[in-house]
């Protein structure tokens, strides 16, 4: 009965931030590794950024290095993506994704939170 739920998505305009949120349940949080994902419409979903469960080292994706900032809570079950300098093209639904292997595919997955960003 895994549960993640995203929240803090929104309508910001271009250069703003905003702060997501995924709380997950019935997971072995402390274990798993946590990744943000994103798909605009009309685009594949692509890869946000991860954070390994062993050692919590991040890895963003290459369009959103230095803006994006991932963090995990396990005393809270929680990972955070806080997200600065927003440009227009960041626009797209974000789904958070969990796994218990590094490198492994993410069996669990949130509803996603929309995100929209105008010029």
């Known amino acids: 009965q895994v549960q993640l739920v995203e929240s803090g998505g929104g309508s910001v305009q271009a250069g703003g931030s905003l702060r997501l949120s995924c709380v997950a349940s019935?997971?072995?949080?402390?274990?798993?590794?946590m990744a943000w994902f994103r798909q605009a419409p009309g685009k594949e979903r692509e890869f946000v950024a991860v954070?390994?469960?062993?050692?919590?080292?991040?890895t963003y994706a290459d369009s959103v290095r230095g803006r994006f900032i991932m963090s995990k809570d396990n005393a809270k079950n929680t990972v955070s993506l806080q997200m600065n300098s927003l440009k227009p093209e960041d626009t797209a639904v974000y789904y958070c994704?969990?796994?218990?292997?590094?490198?492994?595919?993410?069996?669990?997955w949130g509803q996603g939170t929309q995100v929209t960003v105008s010029s």
């Open positions: 994704a969990g796994s218990y292997r590094n490198g492994g595919q993410y069996n669990y």
């Open positions: 954070i390994r469960w062993n050692d919590g080292i991040t």
């Open positions: 019935g997971l072995t949080f402390g274990r798993a590794t």
